[in-house]
């Protein structure tokens, strides 16, 4: 599949790794799938237009000067299972980060500010899991109870988990999310070490794999504590990347809205000075599934942008292979869709 951006607007001041700062947003088990990957990336979305490979260069103005206004943030999450099959994708991720960093960090206007963090698939913690598929309808049950039991969101009940509910993961000794200006080569260096730490997220997480959910948590005032001056709204590209090898088990209904629906509604919320989904890309590696209408499926392809997303490479490939396929659609393709949607959003004043 493939990721693309939205537009925005506001000038960054820097730092070279921070974690709260102004607010956090704008208003507001194992499951069976299929095991076949691959390294190919396809596009979802409502132009369904095919692989997206290559992105047009600077756009120009009727005059046929280059345009010189783009936007002033990226905030760059990553939403990653940590279940317990998950460890040979998270350390291929970390592999594959500098990489798509340097190609991002070259992409983007110099004076740039980007913000990365990390959050988990875990809404509530299941010790077990299973899933039953009839007709492409899965069933997923976690220690015996329905698997909508362990939306636990955190306005409600803050479970403390590092990481989870869409808090911003912490890695020993470190902040909650780095922040560095394009073009400060020190803090790139700095942010490829501190996200080896982040990526590496853990195994022990829930059975239950929400991975849609803590996403549309991130901006809320509950997580506040750990997430304060993450996310940016005007003048802001939000980019929402999804790893894991399970099907979504975020609840197909919350509070009479479509699952899907009901997250895109809460991350338009997070940007609605800047032009709400808009401004907002989405992708990820993720598994081939028998389960039909899942959540997830459902907010990548309700996105004004086409996401972009491939499969996860074979879990029995060493982790650098694995890293190189990931680049494939990392490096390759998303940080220069990244960058045109940077160039698409103004900045802020």
């Known amino acids: 599949m493939t990721l693309a951006p ?4 506001d000038r960054a001041s820097g730092g070279s790794g921070g974690s709260g700062a102004d607010s956090i947003g704008g208003d507001v088990g194992a499951s069976e799938t299929a095991s076949d990957a691959g390294d190919a990336s396809t596009s979802v979305g409502e132009d369904d237009g095919g692989e997206k490979l290559d992105v047009a260069g600077a756009e120009e103005t009727g005059d046929g000067d280059p345009m010189d206004e783009y936007c002033d943030f990226v905030d760059l999450l990553f939403v990653i299972d940590n279940s317990v099959s998950m460890q040979s994708y998270q350390e291929a991720l970390a592999l594959a980060f500098p990489q798509f960093a340097n190609t991002l960090s070259q992409a983007l206007p110099e004076g740039v500010n980007l913000h990365v963090g990390v959050t988990s698939s875990e809404m509530g913690y299941a010790g077990s899991g299973s899933t039953s598929i009839s007709n492409g309808v899965c069933t997923f049950t976690g220690d015996g109870m329905p698997s909508d039991n362990f939306y636990v969101t955190p306005d409600q009940q803050n479970t403390q988990t590092n990481g989870a509910q869409g808090r911003l993961y912490q890695p020993a000794g470190a902040q909650h999310y780095f922040s560095l200006d394009i073009g400060d080569t020190a803090q790139l260096s700095a942010l490829e070490s501190w996200f080896s730490d982040a990526a590496a997220i853990g195994t022990g997480g829930s059975n239950i794999e929400m991975t849609l959910a803590p996403a549309g948590w991130v901006g809320d005032p509950a997580n506040t504590a750990t997430n304060a001056g993450f996310l940016r709204d005007a003048g802001a590209v939000l980019v929402v990347f999804f790893m894991t090898d399970e099907p979504d088990q975020t609840p197909v209904l919350i509070d009479g809205v479509a699952g899907g629906q009901y997250m895109l509604d809460r991350v338009a919320s997070f940007k609605s000075a800047c032009g709400g989904l808009n401004c907002v890309v989405g992708g990820g590696f993720l598994r081939p599934s028998a389960c039909e209408d899942q959540p997830l499926d459902a907010f990548l392809a309700g996105l004004p942008d086409a996401a972009q997303v491939a499969e996860l490479p074979d879990d029995n490939l060493p982790p650098q292979q694995a890293a ?26």
């Open 6 to 9: 939205t537009a925005c607007g």
């Open 324 to 349: 190189d396929q990931m680049n494939a659609l990392l490096a390759d393709t998303f940080a220069a869709v990244i960058a045109d949607k940077c160039d698409e959003i103004p900045p802020v004043g």
